[in-house]
T-cell receptor
Framework: EPEVTQTPSHQVTQMGQEVILRCVPI?????FYWYRQILGQKVEFLVS????????KSEIFDDQFSVERPDGSNFTLKIRSTKLEDSAMYFC????????????FGPGTRLTVL | LAKTTQPISMDSYEGQEVNITCSHN???????ITWYQQFPSQGPRFIIQ???TKVTNEVASLFIPADRKSSTLSLPRVSLSDTAVYYC????????????FGQGTELSVKP
């Protein structure tokens, strides 16, 4: 069964450093998403991406964040200058269509900012 | 956007049937009801979706009354591995596909 993969599983970084979180969505999916979950809190939507551009973004997704699909298979989330409060699990998801029944989530990357 | 209300936590024992009810009084005519499951340290996973009456798949059943102001996720004969957080989501198609998660219901299955 196809699945969404994410690397790394755990990333530790110093405050102010740039991090890139990587995702490989399911191959025939067209819509891609990033969510985050701070420890003990609910899953929060960050951004959706379709046809090589951002479809929608939340208030969390400020200028420090960017997304890219550099090569047709990978989907990346970059945080330019990490803050302590960026520490969270980051989940990538993909779906066949915009209003598809099901979004498939990856296993997540745990980001720890020191 | 329809607000959803579900219990914060539930306890059950192995082999029992578990019913988790979600209230969504402001559900719109074209809103579907979707449930996701999240195990600790994993991403959410789609369980089931419905519009009205009853939907059943290999994992769960979803019961939706005629007024659609609530829905009940039914898990038959739970096992320890069903311990997870269960989220009820409504109206995702009106949100451009993005999923807005609430706090969910933390189900704990005991031996």
């Amino acid at each position: 069964e196809p699945e969404v993969t994410q690397t790394p599983s755990h990333q530790v970084t110093q405050m102010g450093q740039e991090v890139i979180l990587r995702c490989v969505p399911i191959s025939n999916h067209l819509y891609f998403y990033w969510y985050r979950q701070i420890l003990g809190q609910k899953v929060e939507f960050l951004v959706s991406f379709y046809n090589n551009e951002i479809s929608e973004k939340s208030e969390i997704f400020d200028d420090q964040f960017s997304v890219e699909r550099p090569d047709g298979s990978n989907f990346t989330l970059k945080i330019r200058s990490t803050k302590l409060e960026d520490s969270a699990m980051y989940f990538c998801a993909s779906s066949r269509g915009l209003a598809a029944n099901e979004q498939f989530f990856g296993p997540g990357t745990r980001l720890t900012v020191l | 956007l329809a607000k959803t209300t579900q219990p914060i936590s539930m306890d059950s024992y192995e082999g029992q049937e578990v019913n988790i009810t979600c209230s969504h009084n402001n559900i719109a005519t074209n809103d579907y009801i979707t449930w996701y499951q999240q195990f600790p340290s994993q991403g959410p996973r789609f369980i089931i979706q419905g519009y009205k009456t009853k939907v059943t798949n290999e994992v769960a059943s979803l019961f939706i009354p005629a007024d659609r102001k609530s829905s009940t996720l039914s898990l038959p004969r739970v096992s320890l591995s069903d311990t997870a957080v269960y989220y009820c989501l409504v109206g995702i198609y009106n949100q451009g596909g993005k999923l807005i998660f609430g706090q969910g219901t933390e189900l704990s299955v005991k031996p």
